[in-house]
């Protein structure tokens, strides 16, 4: 029995029987829901991927290619390439299936580092953008395409506040959790142009200790790469801003304990100094017992919603004054 109710075993043959190669739902119901709900935390990853249409995902297509996960990221033993922890920005080596045999994910392992008809001067002028721009760059328009917003703001200073005593949620006219006692205010967008960066594979993660500059927004992640380096290629990214505790004298983010049964957790107590002062303490890190909010930013590569190639990113959109690539440095754009 579980609260009251009788539960019975599992029907262990019919499990048995049920056994095969996951469908986009599987994975999904991790990965769509990352970071506490549908489509918060990839720009290009949420519950409308289930079931796409073309103009959503050319590969995932529900009545076109309808590619599962597992088509591109080739699992051997349950490794899967394509981690947004170790990522290919320019893949140089030859076409393989699927890139299993070389274990990536990358565009390039299907369709070569020269993926147009060179037949025309359109084609062969846009095989000499692959050395210097990601496949991504031009055949994700936007983000957030399938009717599911995504969260590009989470301010967790406003968290703790009450009604009557009692945490509270209200949500936007989309249905979208707008303000959350627990975690804070948020911010939802659709169709979201995404930020541009040079890459080249290396993403570094701010860890706890590292001394930061609030007067400015502290990087929780920070990609590297430039226009020179010979390896790196403009990427698109979400870019999610926050607001995030810090210890104002040691100048670095803090632990805090959130969750718990005991009276010491945020979700319990509402009060960030108690919070703070026991997730120091379990993590064995030095805490002056002040602190304040600082602003944030975290960026997560896109490589999702392919739209279809007639509507990918015209040259227009990146080849003017105030172009879509306009704060990306190092090099010059005509147009």
Not at 6 to 22: N, R, Y
Not at 64 to 75: Q, R, V
């Amino acid at each position: 029995k579980f609260q009251g109710q009788d539960i019975l075993p599992p029907d262990w043959s019919k499990v048995a029987k049920s056994v095969g190669t996951p469908a986009r739902e599987n994975c999904g119901t991790c990965h769509f829901y990352g970071g506490g709900g549908d489509g918060v935390k990839h720009g290009d990853i949420d519950s409308s991927l289930a079931q796409p249409n073309r103009d959503l995902d050319v590969h995932m297509d529900a009545k076109g290619l309808n590619f599962a996960c597992e088509t591109c990221h080739a699992s051997d033993a349950h490794v899967f390439p394509g981690s947004r922890y170790t990522p290919t920005a320019k893949d140089t080596k030859a076409v393989s299936h699927r890139g299993a045999e070389r274990n990536v994910a990358t565009c390039e392992s299907c369709h070569s580092q020269q993926p147009h008809k060179a037949s025309s001067l359109i084609g062969y002028n846009l095989n000499g953008h692959t050395d210097k721009v990601a496949c991504q760059t031009c055949h994700i328009p936007a983000m957030a395409r399938g009717g599911k917003a995504t969260k590009t703001m989470w301010d967790w200073s406003t968290a703790g506040k009450l009604k009557d005593g009692k945490p509270y949620v209200t949500h936007d006219a989309k249905g979208n959790e707008s303000y959350a006692s627990i975690k804070g205010d948020f911010k939802w967008e659709e169709n979201v142009v995404p930020t541009y960066k040079w890459f080249d594979g290396t993403v570094r993660y701010s860890l706890v200790g590292d001394f930061i500059d609030p007067k400015k927004p502290v990087p929780v992640n920070q990609v590297y790469g430039s226009a020179d380096d010979g390896k790196s290629r403009i990427w698109p990214f979400k870019e999610m801003k926050g607001r995030q505790a810090y210890d104002t004298v040691n100048s670095a983010l803090v632990y805090t304990n959130v969750f718990g049964q005991n009276d010491t957790a945020f979700w319990t107590n509402f009060k960030w100094d108690k919070a703070i002062e026991a997730g120091m303490k379990a993590a064995g890190v030095s805490y002056s017992g002040k602190f304040d909010f600082v602003d944030t930013v975290m960026y997560w590569p896109l490589a999702h919603m392919v739209a279809p190639k007639e509507k990918a990113v015209e040259c227009g959109a990146c080849h003017a004054r105030d172009g879509r690539l306009a704060n990306v440095p190092g090099f010059y754009m005509p147009g």
